[in-house]
C-alpha cells in the first residue's frame, strides 16, 4: 500500500492599503470617493490625457515612512519610481506608477498575537488603478480610485497554514490602522490581499508551484481561500498532475477559487525608470518626525494590559482601536480591567454595538463610573445601564452622578435609612415564615428577605448592606 505523502503549505501575501490623504497620488483631487458618484474624483493626470505630468504628494510619502516604521522596517532614504506596463480598461495611461528596484521600504516584520513574526521583504509606493463592475454581460470602469495612493506590503513565505494567514492579515490591519496610514475599511477595498499559495511534499528542499489568489478583502476569505487551494493543490499532485502558475479569483459564494490568467513575471511588465518623477531623496528628520508621530500600536497594547485584562479581552478590544485608546487614558489598572469588561461584554454585544460611534465617554465620566460603584452607591445592574447612556446623543454630555440619578440607580446606603427599611419589611406577615427558617438553619432563605427590602426601596437600596442588617437583627 503506498504511503499517503503529507504535504506542506507554504504562503506569502501582497497587502495593498490605501492612504488617507486628501488627494491622490500624483493629483489634486479628492482622495476619497467613499460615496461619490462614478467617475466624479478624476483629473487629467489620472485619465493619462497627454501632457499632464504627475506631481508627487508629499503626505503620501510620508505615510509610507510611518507605514514601513510601524513595520518594524528599514527605511531608504533613496528611493524612486517605475513604470509597469499593462493594458486594462481601468488604467487609461496603459502604465502603473510604481517602485520595483528601489523601494522606500526596506526589509522588516509583524510580530503575530502568537509572538510568532512573519517577516517582509520589502514594501512599496504605488498608484492604485480603477476599478470594474461586471453587470449582466456588461462591463462599466470607474475611475475614482485610480492614481490613489498605496503601499504594497510583500511578506515573505514565512506563513504555512490558512489560520496563521487570517492572523497575519488581521494584524496588518491592526498595525496599518493603528498607524493612522489608512481608513482600514474592507469592504471598501482600502485594504486588499493577494495570496500566494504553493504545496511541497515534506521531504523536499525546494518550493511547490504556487497560485496567486487575487484581491480578497477579509480575513475570512483569505482563510477560506487557503484552504481550498491547499485542497486543491494537493489533490492535483495526489494524480500525479501538476500545478500551473496562474492568478486565480476567490469566490465567497462558491467557496471555491478559479483561474483567471497565467501568472506574468516582472519582465513581463517591461519595467522602465519613470522619467516624469526624479529620484526620491529624504531627509532624515523626516524619518524622525514619522517616528515620534508613530501612536501606540497593537503590540505595546498587548504588553500593557494582557496582564491585566487577560489576552483574550484584549485582542477583542484591539479590533477598536478607540476603545483602546481610552483604556489607556484611564491610568489606573483596576478601573482599566472594569471598563475594558464593560466595553467588551456590553458595548459590543450584538444588541448594543449600534451604540458605537465617535463620542466616546470621558475619562472623567469612567473613573467616576468605577468610582461609585466601589463606593456601593452604583450595583453593577446599574453601572451597566448607567455606561450605556454615556452614548445617547441626548445624555452623553452629563456628568455619572446626575446620570445615576435621572435613571433612579443610585444605591441607598444610609444606614439607619436602611434599617428603617429592613424593620418594615420584618413586620410583614408574608416574611414571617422565612424569618423562621432562617433561624432554624436554612440560609437560602436570605434571598428572599434581601429581595423583600430591595422591593421596598424601589431597587434603590445597597444589598450587600441589606443582607448584614437582616442577619443582625435575625440573629
Known sequence: MTEKVKYIPTIGIECHVQLCTKTKLFSEVDNDARQKSPNSCVSPVDYGLPGMLPRLNKMAVRYAVRAGLALNSEINLQSRFDRKHYFYPDLPKGYQITQLFHPIIGAGYVELPSGSKIRIEHAHLEEDAGKLSHESGDSLVDLNRAGTPLVE????????????????????WRVMTYAGVTFGDLYNGNMRFDVNISIAPESSDKLGTRAEVKNLNSFRSVERAVEYEIKRQSKLLGKGEKVVQETRGWSDATGETTSQRSKEEAQDYRYMPEPDIPPLNLRPEVVDEERANLPIMPAEYRAKFNDILGSDTVEILLDYRPLMEKLAEL???????????????????????????????????????????????????????VFLKFFDPEMHYKDTLTIAKELGVVQENNLEELEKIVDAVLAKPETQQAQADFKAGQEKVIGFLVGQVMKESHGKANPSAVQDILRKKLQ
Open 153 to 172: 506590503i510583500v511578506s515573505m513565505p514565512d506563513i504555512h497554514s490558512a489560520v496563521e494567514a487570517r492572523e497575519y492579515t488581521k494584524e496588518l
Open 331 to 385: 491610568d489606573d489598572n483596576k478601573a482599566a480591567k472594569k471598563i475594558a469588561n464593560l466595553f467588551s461584554s456590553v458595548l459590543l454585544a450584538e444588541e448594543n454595538a449600534s451604540l458605537l460611534n465617535d463620542e466616546l465617554p470621558s475619562k472623567e465620566q469612567l473613573l467616576d463610573l468605577v468610582a461609585m460603584n466601589e463606593k456601593n452607591e452604583l450595583s453593577s445592574t446599574g453601572m451597566k445601564e
